[in-house]
Nanobody, 123 residues
Framework: QVQLVESGGGSVQAGGSLRLSCAAP????????MGWFRQAPGKEREGLAT???????AYADSMKGRFTISSDNAKNTLYLQMNSLKVEDTAMYYC??????????????????WGQGTQVTVS
């Protein structure tokens, strides 16, 4: 497992934007898959988007158009740009990582390393 540290969460009004970051200072593998998940109170954790070491990104159908995943390999940092936020986007957001390519949005059980989460509240 590798330490992942999310940041960038906070409170925002509906229609606003936030950019989440996930630092992975010890993640130096050549081939990897990283993703963003979220969990709202009383709901199961859901996968939002993934990106791998080749830069191939994939999104859950419900996330397409508003959320953008990206990574800066030089900084070992993963990002999630969230636009046009809705009240229903309120959740704890987590980043996760695992070895190998993503080949689409992978289930949470595939990921071996997780961050502690960052809270996003939209009102």
């Amino acid at each position: 497992q590798v330490q992942l540290v999310e940041s960038g969460g906070g409170s925002v009004q509906a229609g606003g934007s936030l950019r989440l970051s996930c630092a992975a200072p010890g993640y130096t593998y050549d081939t990897y898959c990283m993703g963003w998940f979220r969990q709202a109170p009383g709901k199961e954790r859901e996968g939002l988007a993934t990106i791998d070491s080749d830069g191939d990104a994939a999104y859950a159908d419900s996330m397409k158009g508003r959320f953008t995943i990206s990574s800066d390999n030089a900084k070992n940092t993963l990002y999630l740009q969230m636009n046009s936020l809705k009240v229903e986007d309120t959740a704890m957001y987590y980043c996760a990582a695992t070895l190998g390519r993503c080949y689409g949005v992978r289930p949470e059980s595939d990921f071996s390393s997780w961050g502690q989460g960052t809270q996003v509240t939209v009102s």
